[in-house]
């Protein structure tokens, strides 16, 4: 069943925070909404290309040839790689027979610099496995867990004395937030559960008149101490000097910037797992940080050595190609920087770019040879035909009603082409779906949704159709003769490019329809570059199938960009965007991760040698 109670911790962000905690919650997030503006309109190029084949398949160098023959990519953009032939590959197999050399291979030509596509083509493995930790991984998993532990127990503690203390003036316990199914979020919940418990008795405090106030104050004052240490005390505003200077006095105020810079490095700059000292920082960060420190950085290092939703498609995976295994956990899936909506926060250092995939890929290598084929008539000749959108008439209950919002997309798709195309739009807008024979008979675009891994056959696609239907595991295999999915029949019926999930993706992994539509029909934006502008994720378990620089509209745009409302202004197109060095980039992050645990441990030592007793 495909899923939408998947919550992302800034969805669940309480209604009064600390200063620490909401510093916290944006780290541990790493990326903010904003939105930009472009002027320019893009393409890629076939020199932006590299063709990913697996050697041991004829069928699938035969597909990386005629797919460079027929867009003019250069031959040796041709990695030919020792791969499985299995539609899974493990982790260890991903990183030493795909990821190794195909760096390799684009450093020796000077590529490496140039490259924004990979196109993995029949024969490439569709999936990677989880990974498996080493000893060493083990080793550290197992003493974060452990810390993580003793926290939550110190946590747990804190939240019973805290509602204690409102409870008395009456407060009611906050509502419970929807349980996310990734540990690390749970563990951001929790965070979030007892700082809001803290924060409502510190409430209840301040409404206390002598002489009761002093009484309750200390014991607030106790509970904060355990809770965000030191740091805790100081950001509330407590005296944290003894010799008599007040809170709002200069060194006071450094002390309180020291620590929130601490925190920053903390949880948004360390290379994680922790290898050296581990246990001097655990101790540092428990004085200057308390039991909030050490429980952030425990759910940190353990995210990353997680095995938990570890398996993704190979092809998103290859997204984060530049990022070696150590710069990001492969459990569950990170925020995709190249989406509309996202952007680095205060970035240090270059960003390391992401690479844009897709796949040509189908049951037979001649069709999968076909959808270039299929793609470059349409873009000839022109895409005719009628777009069909399958809705269910279901309400937007409230800002997270994932159902609701996904649903009033494809209504407001409809009204977008009704209106700013000369396309005819057909909406279903009742649980009925377009299943029987002959239902949507000239199809130019199509999104939909629900019936679970089980194709209807009532679509017959015109030349360059594009279409997805939003349901689970729909790409599960693409090979398979008795593999009932969407994407696997609807590419035995002829269509040219569509996308879905290789497992569970969870509703908002797909992207909206009225967004990756839109941009497609103003002709502006290639196929793979309207797919990573609006698809939310990568290392995850999606899949875009088609010729990554299919572009039906761009000779005929079915929309004026001004059309483009549904974003606050056009975001602009991946191949427009800045492209660092990725070797360059890669190094400015390891050194950054290095010279921020340098910085930190001088913060920690320093924080524990002014405070003396009182950070003990």
């Known amino acids: 069943m495909l899923r939408s109670d998947c919550l992302r911790a800034e969805d669940r962000s309480p209604r009064s925070a600390s200063v620490l905690l909401i510093g916290f919650v944006s780290i541990l997030q790493g990326l903010i909404l904003v939105f930009d503006v472009a002027t320019v309109r893009a393409e890629l190029s076939p020199n932006q290309v590299v063709i990913v084949a697996n050697a041991n398949s004829r069928e699938s160098l035969s597909v990386a040839q005629h797919y460079a023959m027929r867009r003019g990519i250069p031959v040796q953009h041709i990695s030919k790689l020792d791969l499985p032939l299995d539609d899974t590959m493990s982790r260890e197999d991903y990183e030493r027979r795909l990821v190794t050399p195909l760096r390799q291979m684009l450093h020796a030509q000077g590529l490496h610099k140039s490259i924004r596509v990979a196109v993995t083509v029949f024969g490439v493995p569709l999936r990677v496995a989880a990974s498996k930790l080493t000893d060493d991984e083990e080793r550290w998993r197992r003493d974060a867990a452990a810390r993580l532990g003793a926290a939550r127990v110190r946590l747990e503690d804190l939240d019973r004395r805290a509602g ?34 803290v924060q409502a008795s510190a409430k209840r405090v301040r409404q206390l008149k002598p002489p009761a106030d002093a009484q309750w104050s200390s014991r607030l004052e106790a509970i904060v101490r355990e809770h965000q240490g030191v740091a805790g005390l100081a950001q509330l505003g407590h005296e944290l000097l003894r010799d008599g200077q007040d809170s709002g006095s200069e060194a006071a105020t450094q002390i309180r910037a020291q620590q929130a810079e601490g925190l920053q490095l903390l949880l948004g700059s360390l290379e994680l797992p922790i290898r050296d000292r581990r246990t001097d920082l655990y101790q540092r960060v428990d004085q200057v940080y308390g039991a909030y420190g050490v429980f952030g950085l425990a759910a940190m290092e353990l995210n990353q050595l997680s095995e938990e939703h570890g398996d993704a498609s190979v092809d998103s995976e290859l997204s984060l190609f530049w990022w070696d295994r150590t710069l990001y956990g492969a459990a569950w899936r990170r925020a995709n920087p190249l989406h509309h909506a996202f952007k680095k926060a205060g970035a240090a250092h270059r960003d390391i770019p992401v690479l844009m995939v897709s796949r040509l890929d189908a049951s037979t290598a001649d069709l999968a040879s076909g959808l270039v084929d299929r793609a470059m008539e349409a873009e000839r000749q022109g ?49 009925a779906r377009f299943q029987r024979p002959g239902a949507a008979p000239d199809v130019a675009f199509y999104s939909g949704w629900y019936r679970l891994r089980q194709y209807e056959d009532a679509f017959t696609f015109r030349t360059g159709a594009i279409g997805y239907h939003m349901a689970s595991a729909e790409a599960v295999s693409l090979h398979s003769s008795g593999e009932s999915g969407w994407c696997k029949n609807a590419l035995d019926h002829g269509i040219t490019a569509t996308l879905g999930s290789v497992g569970e993706p969870y509703l908002d992994a797909f992207p909206e329809p009225l967004e990756f539509a839109g941009l497609l029909m103003t002709g502006q934006y290639s196929l793979v570059e309207s797919y990573y502008l609006t698809s939310r994720w990568v290392s995850w378990r999606m899949v875009l199938v088609g010729d990554p620089l299919y572009n039906p509209w761009k000779n005929r745009p079915a929309a004026k960009r001004s059309a483009l409302t549904m974003f606050t202004l056009a975001p602009i197109a991946p191949s427009d965007q800045a492209f660092a060095d990725p070797l360059l980039a890669r190094d400015d992050v390891k050194r950054f991760q290095s010279q921020s645990r340098i910085r ?14 009182t950070a003990q």
């Open 164 to 197: 204690a203390i409102a409870a008395s003036a009456g407060s009611a316990p906050a509502a419970p937030h929807a349980e996310s199914p990734v540990t690390y979020e749970r563990n951001v919940a929790f965070l979030l559960r007892v700082d809001e418990a």
């Open 383 to 431: 895409l005719s035909g009628t777009v069909y959108l399958d809705a269910r008439g279901l309400p937007v209950k409230d800002p997270s009603d994932t159902y609701g919002r996904y649903d009033q997309s494809l209504r407001d798709l409809h009204q977008f082409v009704t209106q700013h195309t000369t396309y005819r739009s057909q909406l279903d807008n009742a649980e």
């Open 600 to 613: 930190l441990d001088a913060i920690l030592q320093n924080q524990a040698q002014t405070l003396g007793p």
